[in-house]
């Protein structure tokens, strides 16, 4: 009897009514640092994300956990590297989001690189947030920033780029 299993509620509340995702983070293992540090901040920021490192359970089925994970998901971020580009998995991961919103409206794909890549095809097409060379803070921000909906307008005005009066020493 499933009721008498030690944790049967749990499990039950688990598959049934699951919180909804916003990010499924996509990455390969090389990049597994990434992918953890950009969900970790993700989450901080109020999002809910869903992550193998911390999601996929023993017992669970890999191929079942990465199908719902990118179907449940509102919005698929790609870790973008070139381990990424050669994954097995990858590939399908975010192509899958990419031909759910192929214009982009609702940016189910949100590539994240962060790592120099040569990016081609249709993934190339795709605006991306670029943390590569950014230091934490300054990465955090782009991410977050990046993510958020609406536009990016900053908070206050540019400097203005006409007649600057010269520095002296």
Known sequence: DVA??????????????????DFF???????????TWVAWELEAAGYKTKIQAWDFRPGSNF???????????????????????????THAEWAGAFATDPTGTRR??????????????????????DLLGLHESAARH???????IGRGKPSSAPTFPGTQQPEFP
């Open 142 to 148: 782009a991410l977050v920033e990046g993510v958020r």
């Open 63 to 89: 191929v079942v956990e990465m199908d719902r994970a990118a179907r449940e998901a509102k919005h698929t971020i790609a870790i973008l590297s070139p381990a990424y580009l050669d994954g097995v998995y």
């Open 4 to 21: 008498s299993f030690p944790g049967a509620c749990a499990l039950e509340r688990e598959g049934r009514h699951a919180e909804a995702v």
């Open 108 to 129: 189910t794909l949100v590539p994240v690189r962060v790592e120099a890549c040569d990016l081609s095809g249709l993934l190339a097409q795709v605006v991306y947030i």
């Open 25 to 35: 983070i996509s990455y390969t293992g090389a990049d597994e640092a990434w992918a």
